[in-house]
Antibody, heavy 117, light 107 residues
Framework: EVHLLESGGGLVQPGGSLRLACEAS????????MSWVRQAPGKGLEWVSA????????FYADSVKGRFTISRENSKNTLYLDMTSLRAEDTAMYYC??????????WGQGTLVTVSS | DIQMTQSPSTLSASVGDIVTITCRAG??????LAWYQHKPGKAPRLLIY???NLQTGVPSRFSGSGSGTEFTLTISSLQPDDLATYYC?????????FGQGTKLQIK
């Protein structure tokens, strides 16, 4: 059974930084593209970023490009999201998701990021 | 970016009703469309992939149709457990995009 466990969320001031992590189990992590998806309070789902299996290619939503960096450590079955220059509008629940040919068939429970002074 | 537009934004229906949600893509996405169910406090759940394929374990009252730019999610007989927000998502190209969601309420 696929299991994705996010961590690293919390309260951070505007302009601050935070690193999210997602520990994966139940599947061959190093063989899959992985993604982050977020949901701001009262808003819909927003795809944030993706990274291919090898880690060599990454993709970002325009809203986070240049501020967020996705990475992975296949030896530790772990996905990361480094977030810098955080803004109030980055406040959201951040989900780690495993795409299967682009479709998110497995999700973590999410980690909450709050950007506020 | 490919814009996805859902309608309606909110929907109120009774148990046993047939419910239809529409999703329109800003450009031709073929059948690279998925539907998700999202309940408060839970992770989203995949319902339909490739426009019309039912994900394993999803009740057969859920179905999807469409291709190109127009898609629909249909619930054939609404159940109380279907109270949730429903999202479409295109995965033809990055950046992947979701519709704004349809909040389904039970009368």
């Amino acid at each position: 059974e696929v299991h994705l466990l996010e961590s690293g969320g919390g309260l951070v001031q505007p302009g601050g930084s935070l690193r999210l992590a997602c520990e994966a189990s139940g599947f061959t992590f190093k063989s899959y593209v992985m993604s982050w998806v977020r949901q701001a309070p009262g808003k819909g789902l927003e795809w944030v970023s993706a990274i291919i299996a090898s880690g060599e290619t990454t993709f970002y939503a325009d809203s986070v490009k240049g501020r967020f960096t996705i990475s992975r450590e296949n030896s530790k079955n772990t996905l990361y999201l480094d977030m810098t220059s955080l803004r109030a509008e980055d406040t959201a629940m951040y989900y780690c998701a495993k795409p299967n040919y682009g479709v998110f068939d497995s999700w973590g429970q999410g980690t909450l990021v709050t950007v506020s002074s | 970016d490919i814009q996805m537009t859902q309608s309606p934004s909110t929907l109120s229906a009774s148990v046993g009703d047939i419910v239809t949600i529409t999703c329109r893509a800003g450009q031709d996405i073929g059948d690279w469309l998925a539907w998700y169910q999202h309940k408060p406090g839970k992770a989203p759940r995949l319902l339909i992939y490739k426009a019309s394929n039912l994900q394993t374990g999803v009740p057969s009252r859920f179905s999807g149709s469409g291709s190109g730019t127009e898609f629909t999610l249909t619930i054939s007989s609404l159940q109380p457990d279907d109270l949730a927000t429903y999202y479409c998502q295109q995965y033809k190209s990055y950046p992947y995009t979701f519709g704004q969601g349809t909040k389904l309420q039970i009368k």
